[in-house]
């Protein structure tokens, strides 16, 4: 707790005034003890007093899949940084005034209220305010925002590329010339307070080897994990993730079972599906579906180092692909036809 206190002033994120006539400051819940984040409590807030926007771009699993290619396409080296204290960061637009935390009030003025500079954790416009400064940043810095993709960044200078992405307070960047990346990470050091993490190797539960013939990509560790959270750790392994000659329909008159962990465990493989298109599927929470869920588990416990290869100098051409199943379709036999790319 002291140690965030520290951080409030060094970042200069509060002045300690007299309480605002008829405005009611943001009150702390559950101050005795510190929450997740390490923020003294949980701030209360007001829609339209307190905050107004709240949205704040964050990029898609997506799209740092294509920064990898298109990095191990181009024999960029992936750095990884994090910013400390990063709400921290943000300036407030809106006039916000926070009681002093129990336990922590100034012992001159004790009735006072802090006047907010920056957001703090748990203000909802946090991470708006934050994306804001260092979007303001980057484009000052010269770099040109993606039109479509707002999380991503270009600069292009002499010839060389920088291409930064963000993902809250993580940043991914790299480029072709040492000398640019370096320059780059300085500017960050210098005007935020963050820690260089070095070469990417894990970000967003996903496990990043950058080597001289390419990248790979794959989650083993997530695989493992959620073998032995739903009990399937012991289980027998399989070679494929479903039979052949499997045909599912709707089951309307089978045994209905666990939502709860039937959701979980396809919310499980929905996110393993990252890096692992060989086991996307669709299935209702009913007791056969759960077997052929089973299976697939049985499956990644065979195959949990599988996952994404980016070639050094790999083609960035679009390619697509397309399946039919005639008349298929168990309930009304109607044709299904899959596209990928």
Same mark, same amino acid.
């Given at each position: 707790?002291?140690?965030?206190?520290?951080?409030?002033?060094?970042?200069?994120?509060?002045?300690?005034?007299?309480?605002?006539?008829?405005?009611?400051?943001?009150?702390?819940?559950?101050?005795?003890?510190?929450?997740?984040?390490?923020?003294?409590?949980?701030?209360?807030?007001?829609?339209?007093?307190?905050?107004?926007?709240?949205?704040a771009?964050?990029?898609?699993?997506?799209?740092?899949?294509?920064?990898? =290619?298109?990095?191990? %396409?181009?024999? *960029?080296?992936?750095?990884? /940084?994090?910013?400390?204290?990063? #709400? @921290?960061?943000?300036? &407030?637009?809106?006039?916000?005034?926070?009681?002093?935390?129990?336990?922590?009030?100034?012992?001159?003025?004790?009735?006072?209220?802090?006047?907010?500079?920056?957001?703090?954790?748990?203000?909802?416009q946090?991470?708006?305010?934050?994306?804001?400064?260092?979007?303001?940043?980057?484009?000052?810095?010269?770099?040109?925002?993606?039109?479509?993709?707002?999380?991503?960044?270009?600069l292009?200078?002499?010839?060389?590329?920088?291409?930064?992405?963000?993902?809250?307070?993580?940043?991914?960047?790299?480029?072709?010339?040492?000398?640019?990346?370096?320059?780059? =990470?300085?500017?960050? %050091?210098?005007? *935020?307070?963050?820690?260089? /993490?070095g070469?990417?190797?894990? #970000? @967003?539960?996903?496990? &990043?080897?950058?080597?001289l013939?390419?990248?790979?990509?794959?989650?083993?560790?997530?695989?493992?994990?959620?073998?032995?959270?739903?009990?399937?750790?012991?289980?027998?392994?399989?070679?494929?993730?479903m039979?052949?000659?499997?045909?599912?329909?709707?089951?309307?008159?089978?045994?209905?079972?666990?939502?709860k962990?039937f959701?979980?465990?396809?919310?499980?493989?929905?996110?393993?599906?990252?890096?692992?298109?060989?086991?996307?599927?669709?299935?209702?929470?009913?007791?056969?579906?759960?077997?052929?869920?089973?299976?697939?588990?049985?499956?990644?416990?065979?195959?949990?180092?599988?996952?994404?290869?980016?070639?050094?100098g790999?083609?960035?051409?679009?390619?697509?692909?397309?399946?039919?199943d005639?008349?298929?379709?168990?309930?009304?036999?109607?044709?299904?036809?899959?596209?990928?790319?």
């Amino acid at each position: 707790m002291n140690e965030e206190l520290e951080n409030f002033e060094r970042n200069h994120v509060r002045d300690l005034v007299e309480p605002p006539p008829n405005r009611r400051p943001i009150g702390w819940d559950g101050c005795e003890e510190q929450n997740e984040i390490g923020s003294p409590g949980v701030l209360s807030k007001e829609e339209g007093i307190d905050y107004e926007e709240t949205f704040a771009p964050v990029a898609r699993l997506e799209a740092i899949r294509i920064l990898l =290619a298109f990095a191990a %396409s181009k024999g *960029f080296k992936l750095q990884q /940084m994090d910013v400390k204290s990063t #709400f @921290l960061n943000g300036f &407030i637009e809106e006039d916000v005034y926070v009681r002093q935390p129990p336990g922590f009030e100034n012992a001159r003025f004790p009735d006072r209220v802090y006047k907010l500079r920056k957001d703090l954790y748990g203000l909802k416009q946090a991470p708006r305010a934050w994306y804001s400064r260092l979007k303001s940043f980057l484009l000052k810095s010269g770099f040109v925002m993606g039109s479509v993709d707002k999380t991503l960044f270009l600069l292009s200078r002499g010839g060389d590329t920088l291409i930064v992405q963000i993902y809250v307070d993580d940043i991914i960047f790299g480029g072709s010339s040492h000398t640019l990346v370096s320059s780059f =990470a300085e500017q960050m %050091s210098r005007e *935020f307070e963050m820690s260089l /993490m070095g070469e990417l190797q894990f #970000f @967003l539960g996903l496990q &990043i080897k950058q080597g001289l013939e390419g990248t790979f990509v794959h989650q083993a560790k997530y695989t493992r994990d959620i073998l032995k959270k739903f009990n399937m750790g012991d289980s027998k392994p399989m070679k494929t993730p479903m039979s052949t000659n499997m045909a599912l329909d709707a089951d309307e008159d089978g045994e209905a079972m666990d939502q709860k962990e039937f959701r979980g465990m396809i919310g499980s493989l929905l996110y393993l599906t990252t890096t692992r298109q060989d086991i996307q599927f669709a299935a209702s929470p009913r007791t056969s579906h759960l077997q052929v869920v089973k299976r697939i588990f049985r499956y990644l416990k065979f195959t949990p180092e599988l996952g994404l290869w980016y070639s050094l100098g790999s083609s960035l051409s679009l390619r697509g692909f397309s399946d039919a199943d005639h008349a298929g379709c168990q309930i009304d036999r109607k044709s299904t036809a899959h596209a990928n790319s």
